[in-house]
């Protein structure tokens, strides 16, 4: 009998958990993510039981898992899709965090998110790789040659990560292990988010965690939260039913030929806004650091004083600022999809630059702004 008690405990635990009565729609991001992330492990799981890491048969597994396994070209449609739709709640879910200051008041669940958003960038590139086709072979072997900009050890790590001295059968079975075991960090790393989230609470719009009416989360977010899988889930299976091959670039449906270098390469969708920062700078160390920092920076955000902050709702030069950080984001986004050419090179120096110094100035602005008012 003890036992069971100590069973349902937990249970009780997260359905009565006290959340704010204001949540918005913002708020179902972190559940959508959790559903989407065992949406990615699951198919992951099945389509690995196809899927063969040997460079002269790995497109055509691919090709098969398409062609000829029951249902398998519904499984990598809605795997290949699903990563798109992770990113696109991933950034939602973050943009929700900036824009009402979640980085102040739980500075360690945020930064357990940002690691996140790092994992999840990396699994996604590797992910990327395996399918073999031109525009995996090239942009593996262009984002792994960035490694090279390292001072003094450069070569040596290209060529460990590579295995070899250009990206190979071993680059390609050691990207097919990480692929398989990032998730699962990934899944650890999300527990561990909630864990901090929970010893808090969560934010709400008006930005005050103890003077603020709360309700049990369940059956009022529990219901919220299953509205929102379902319409998930309805928009994923549109996409991958009639538009599977939406988000596919036409080079990867050629197998990868390491004589034959691609017109334009360009990583998936979701790297765009930092692919636009590295080609801005012509230093290839200084690009490289670039790239990296534009995901880093948001590791100083909690830098902001949470005594001297004013919530976003009543700091109308912070909601000006936030927008027009939102906009350089998708123009940068735009930019990485676009040609080395003019004028897109010289749209994203400025572009790159005010990506850079909207973050410090979101940070000090609630604090500036308490201090007029």
Sequence with gaps: MQDDLQKIRPIEGLAGLPSPVSFSIW???????????????VTGLFLSMHYTADMVNTFNSVVHIMRDTPGGWLLRSVHAN??????????????????????????????????????????????????????????????????????????????????????????????FSLHFILPFLIGGLSGLHILFLHEKGS????????????ISFHPYYSWKDGVGFLIVFL?????????????TDPENFTCANPMVTPTHIQPEWYFLFAYAI???????????????????????LPLASAKASVPAAFTPPYQVLYWNFILVFVLLTWLGACPIEEPYLTLAGPATVLYFLLIPILIFVPSMWKKVL
């Design 203 to 214: 934010t709400n719009p008006l930005g005050d965690l103890n003077h603020v009416s709360k």
């Design 235 to 247: 928009v994923l299976a549109l996409v991958g039913l009639f538009y599977p091959t939406l988000l």
């Design 82 to 175: 699903g990563a798109s739709f992770f990113f696109l709640f991933m950034y939602l879910h973050i943009g929700r965090g900036i824009y009402y200051q979640s980085y102040i008041t739980q500075p360690r669940t945020w930064m357990v998110g940002v690691t996140i958003l790092l994992v999840s960038m990396g699994t996604a590139f590797l992910g990327y790789v395996l399918p073999w086709g031109q525009m995996s072979f090239w942009g593996a072997t262009v984002i792994t040659n960035l490694l090279s900009a390292v001072p003094y050890l450069g070569l040596s790590i290209v060529e460990w990560v590579w295995g070899g001295f250009s990206v190979s059968q071993s680059t390609l079975n050691r990207f």
């Design 27 to 41: 708020w179902n991001g972190g559940s959508i993510l959790g559903l989407l992330l065992g949406v990615q492990i």
């Design 278 to 300: 590295l080609r801005s700078i012509p230093s290839k160390l200084g690009g490289v650091v670039a790239l990296v920092m534009s995901v880093v920076v948001l590791y100083f």
